[in-house]
């Protein structure tokens, strides 16, 4: 099959690697949905502190909403989910090489399950393939890992949910500005390389 007929709507850019076989197909997507964890997890080890907030500013939620467009909603469920379970289990790959549930940031590691989700829909729609549609999937992925994100860190200190707004959302809105940005430049410039359309 070409090129050009695998870039059409429907498609996610992981879809674009070859695999010839239905088990190669398998080996393939074992490989990324294991490779999107490590992502996740590497990236969350970006850790900048932010002073009155007990969240830290990090890489963690740009790969996962990376992760979920690239790869697809099942995909990239797939791999977060692999991510939170490992971290739950004990391996030391959270934000600040920290594990296990229940810490007040652990909120935002279940929305980054439900963003990655919707945002891998979104690019099988078409959501990553020009620069507004990536702004938009990458704005309604960030909305919903704050929406559960947000309470959970409310719900987890016994902070008011206006002050958990305050520490847990309005100082990374400029950071997540940025990586909006990056993703914007990113995605369609891939899709293009690939020979897809806007």
Do not use: E
């Amino acid at each position: 099959m070409s090129t050009a007929a695998l870039t059409r709507p429907g498609t996610v850019l992981a879809d674009l690697l070859p695999a010839a076989t239905a088990s190669r197909a398998r080996v393939r997507d074992a490989a990324l949905v294991l490779g999107g964890a490590v992502l996740t997890g590497v990236a969350a080890q970006i850790a900048v502190p932010v002073p009155g907030s007990p969240v830290p500013v990090t890489g963690q939620t740009f790969a996962a909403l990376l992760v979920g467009t690239s790869l697809g909603a099942g995909r990239g469920l797939l791999s977060l989910a692999l991510y939170a379970l490992a971290g739950m289990a004990g391996m030391p790959w959270f934000a600040d090489g920290t594990s296990g549930a229940g810490g007040a940031t652990f909120g935002y590691i279940l929305g980054m399950l439900l963003a990655t989700t919707v945002v891998g829909a979104l690019a099988r729609r078409g959501g990553d393939r020009g620069v507004l549609r990536t702004a938009a999937t990458m704005a309604a992925g960030t909305a919903l890992i704050y929406a559960v994100g947000v309470p959970y860190l409310a719900l987890s200190t016994g902070m008011s949910l206006g002050k958990a707004v305050a520490v847990g959302m309005v100082p990374f809105l400029l950071g997540d500005a940025l990586k909006a940005a990056l993703a914007m430049g990113a995605l369609p410039t891939a899709w293009k390389l690939a020979g897809g359309r806007d």
